[in-house]
């Protein structure tokens, strides 16, 4: 695995920080675009690991980027319309100068990156695929407040990945939500747990399971679905 580090340009005059990843054998035609949650950047330890992993073993080129209010240093994300838009530029200019090495992109991220994510396609963005990491279904201790309305208007394959004990994802109101969209809407859907993963997926340290096997397994999901995405075979 190789990296890269580089500069997007968003607005008029502001720019981002992103990094590549890329496999050393010839990587799929799928690429994946992350963008991190609410309280961190691109170089939380989840999603370095899980980029890493997805390169690695799972032979994608993967990209990540800094939301504005992360890349000024700033707790308080942007509101929602800018990060949308931040997420919208930085898409379109990796797509741009990665086509020679990307041919379809699955977009997403954690917590509050794939939720932007789920807007953009929501607004007719073009992607084939979107991957949740901890979506944030509802606010801590709010599960009546759920944040799916806007999953219905997307048609692309979605996954959700998500710990069991993440306080911001009722896992059986989940599947709920999951199951109407199969049924009502013809939606593809899947869920797969992280057994004992908090929101971030850390672990407790008395099972003596390194976090980074956790990052493996939540790239391994993930390489397992971006096969189903580009073979068209959901039986499996």
């Not at 209010?69 to 797509?95: C, H, M, W």
């Not at 794939?114 to 992607?127: C, D, I, N, P, T």
């Not at 710990?163 to 859907?189: F, Q, T």
Request: net charge positive; proline share 5%.
């Amino acid at each position: 695995m190789r990296t890269e580090k580089l500069r997007i340009p968003v607005g008029e005059a502001d720019s981002v920080g992103a990094t590549i990843a890329y496999p050393y054998a010839k990587p799929r035609r799928t690429g994946v675009l992350l963008a991190h949650g609410a309280g961190n950047d691109r170089f939380s330890d989840l999603l370095c690991g899980v980029q890493r992993n997805l390169a690695r073993r799972g032979g994608a080129v993967c990209a990540t980027f800094n939301f504005l209010y992360a890349e000024r240093g700033r707790r308080i994300p942007d509101p929602l319309p800018v990060l949308v838009q931040t997420y919208r530029e930085v898409f379109r200019s990796l797509r741009q100068s990665l086509a020679r090495h990307v041919q379809q992109w699955v977009i997403g991220g954690k917590s509050l990156g794939g939720r932007v994510a789920s807007h953009l396609v929501a607004e007719g963005e073009e992607a084939c695929g979107l991957v949740f990491l901890g979506y944030p279904l509802h606010p801590r201790g709010k599960p009546e407040q759920l944040r799916t309305e806007h999953l219905r208007r997307i048609a692309v394959p979605m996954l959700f990945v998500q710990g069991s004990r993440d306080p911001l994802c009722d896992l059986n109101i989940l599947e709920g939500v999951l199951d109407e969209l199969r049924k009502r809407y013809r939606r593809k859907v899947r869920l797969a747990v992280i057994w004992d993963g908090d929101h971030s997926f850390v672990v407790p340290r008395r099972l003596g399971l390194a976090q980074e096997l956790v990052y493996a397994e939540i790239a391994d999901q993930v390489a397992r679905w971006l096969n189903c995405v580009e073979e068209g075979d959901w039986s499996s």
